[in-house]
C-alpha cells in the first residue's frame, strides 16, 4: 500500500474517531487512544522484505544497448 493512501486511510480514521466523539460515542480518552493506535499502524511498516520476481537467485542482469554496425558504400 502506498505512503499516500496509508495517509488518507488514517485522517479518514482520525475524522471518524472525532466524529464519534463530537456525537458522543466515544470518551476523550477512547477517541485520542483510537487516533494513536492509527497512528501507530499507519507508521508500522508494509513489509520487512522486498518480494523478488521469477525463480532467479542473486544474479544482476544486465541488458547490452549498442548500436548495430554501419555499412559504408
Known amino acids: 500500500m502506498t505512503t499516500l493512501l496509508r495517509l ?5 480514521w482520525c475524522a471518524a474517531m472525532a466524529w464519534l466523539w463530537w456525537a458522543q ?6 477517541a485520542l487512544a ?8 499507519f507508521a508500522w511498516p508494509g ?3 522486498r518480494r523478488r520476481r521469477g525463480s532467479g537467485g542473486d ?6 544497448m549498442t548500436k548495430q554496425p554501419m555499412t559504408v558504400r
Do not use: N
Not at 25 to 30: F, N, W
Open 8 to 12: 488518507v486511510l488514517w485522517i479518514v
Open 34 to 41: 483510537s487516533g494513536a493506535l492509527g497512528l501507530i499502524l
Open 25 to 30: 460515542y466515544l470518551g476523550a480518552g477512547l
Open 59 to 64: 544474479e544482476l542482469r544486465y541488458v547490452q
Open 47 to 49: 513489509t520487512t522484505a
